[in-house]
């Protein structure tokens, strides 16, 4: 039979010599008065012009510079969720400064550790961003913002497989690893324009999320940058419930968050009136049909979704271009070469096994920062394991069935939660589904299902609905209702929280 693998071109390489900041701003000399941001408040709209922005920039790349940093230093971002942010994110890329933005809600205590083990040159500090004491050069933001009036730097170019910057991700054993990446990496990201966004110059995309997480850096506002279209994004502190109406106020044509956020979008309302909107995109978690039909219901549109990780930027995805097919993540990019791997290589077409990407895909990281076993452990032959499980039909069309730590193992058979969730949530009138296993005495694990509703459901009835709709390994064999489900700081639901709370609620009973 065929073997999952994508049979797609490779990608033309990426020009030398090279910069990222200088091609997120290629189109900036030639629309210098067009907009490229505008930062939408309920009551006024900060403006930024491709002319300005490019301007500020250079500036902070000038000022970083004679503050005293040098190509090649690390310079760690504790920043709040402002337009502060993608500047001096940029303005030290543009010199050959390797920034490592963070999330500002990490605490004082996670972020001691990413001190020591980066040893940066420098530290961006916003008030009232959590950040240990440090003997090292601190840059406030009234000085960062001095700097953008600064003459122009000129762009640090240079092989695009160096060090550009630096993100944190989330640990396999729980402690956060140091993703290195390449200038190339924004190159890679050429491969979503049109096989994930449909993007081109005349969009206005807004991004749900913060200035500071990587999906909006990415998709929110270097994307549309580098198209030379205007990105959206909603002042910090803006309520979700404001969304739709900033949406269709500003006609933002294409919008993109997480599944959650979706979901909080569509608990309130039934009907959206967004009549420029194109098109959505949703990635960070798997996007469930229910949710997908419910936006189309709602708007008239589509959501596009897209699968990728710190370790390399997207590289399946749904695209407007292509019909959807339910359940699936869409497929590989073209120019992408990716394969569907088991302990003795490819499988075949419909067998599960790990989604991985070819180890020379321009958008997969440098390594691990320090941990070159680390990095290798992620490797079989030629290919990058992504951690994450699915199959690949005989159309190319990959389908996603949870994180290989997330598997469940019921009785033997290997379940994945995803399907049992995705099987709960079309049960008349639930809200979010999690389901996981949980060990109730020694090396007896059962599958719990945890979920949220307006009004309590039956577990018989509950039963009885999985019983028509799941095989009997599959099946919870408790249904526990939940005034919230947990999630961590980007509304991704957090599985491994919900033995915690099984625990503690057997224990009151």
């Not at 980066?118 to 406030?140: F, M, Q």
């Not at 730097?153 to 390449?182: E, Q």
């Not at 070469?337 to 499988?347: A, E, S």
Request: proline share 6%.
């Amino acid at each position: 039979g065929m073997l999952s693998v994508s049979q797609s071109e490779p990608f033309a390489s990426c020009p030398a010599p090279f910069n990222l900041a200088a091609y997120v701003l290629g189109k900036a000399d030639a629309q210098q008065h067009k907009i490229a941001l505008e930062v939408l408040g309920s009551a006024e709209t900060e403006e930024w012009s491709y002319g300005n922005l490019k301007a500020a920039v250079l500036g902070t790349g000038t000022g970083l510079l004679q503050a005293g940093l040098t190509p090649g230093d690390l310079l760690l971002m504790r920043l709040g969720n402002s337009v502060d942010f993608p500047i001096a994110y940029l303005g030290a890329i543009s010199v050959g400064i390797i920034p490592v933005p963070t999330s500002s809600q990490l605490t004082e205590a996670e972020v001691a550790p990413m001190l020591d083990e980066l040893s940066p040159k420098a530290v961006l500090r916003a008030n009232g961003v959590a950040c240990p004491d440090s003997a090292r050069l601190v840059i406030d933001v009234p000085r960062l913002r001095e700097m953008r009036d600064l003459p122009p730097a000129a762009f640090n170019m240079g092989d695009p497989n160096r060090l550009g910057y630096i993100v944190y991700t989330s640990g396999t054993a729980g402690k956060p690893r140091a993703v290195m990446h390449a200038h190339r990496a924004i190159w890679a990201r050429r491969l979503m324009m049109k096989d994930w966004y449909g993007l081109t110059k005349n969009d206005r995309l807004m991004h749900a999320g913060a200035f500071n997480w990587t999906y909006t850096l990415g998709t929110g506002l270097m994307d549309p940058w580098t198209m030379g279209a205007t990105a959206l994004i909603a002042e910090d502190g803006t309520d979700l419930e404001e969304l739709p109406l900033l949406l269709e106020r500003h006609g933002a044509t294409i919008f993109a968050a997480a599944p959650g956020v979706y979901r909080k979008l569509l608990s309130s309302k039934s009907q959206l009136t967004l009549p420029e909107l194109r098109h959505g995109l949703a990635a960070g978690e798997k996007l469930s049909e229910n949710l997908r039909r419910c936006w189309q219901d709602a708007t008239g549109t589509q959501v596009h979704e897209a699968f990728g990780m710190s370790e390399c930027s997207t590289f399946i995805s749904a695209s407007p271009d292509a019909p959807a097919v339910p359940e699936s993540l869409g497929r590989a990019q073209a120019g992408r070469q990716l394969c569907i791997i088991g302990k003795d290589g490819p499988v075949d077409r419909g067998q599960l096994g790990t989604i991985a990407v070819h180890r020379d895909d321009p958008g997969l990281m440098l390594g691990y920062l320090n941990a070159e076993a680390e990095t290798q452990a992620r490797f079989q032959g030629e290919w990058f394991l992504s951690g994450d499980q699915g199959r690949m039909d005989a159309d190319g069309n990959i389908f996603f069935l949870g994180r290989s730590d997330d598997m469940m193992n019921a009785g033997g058979y290997r379940v994945s939660p995803l399907e049992v969730e995705a099987a709960l949530s079309k049960f008349p009138g639930i809200g979010q589904v999690a389901v996981t296993d949980i060990e109730v005495k020694a090396d007896a694990r059962v599958i719990m299902a945890f979920y949220t509703a307006q009004s309590p459901i039956s577990e018989e009835a509950l039963a009885a609905f999985t019983y028509e709709n799941l095989a009997g390994y599959k099946r919870p064999r408790r249904y526990i209702r939940l005034d919230t489900l947990p999630t961590g700081p980007n509304g991704k639901l957090l599985r491994r929280a919900l033995r915690p709370i099984y625990e503690a609620l057997n224990g009151q009973t």
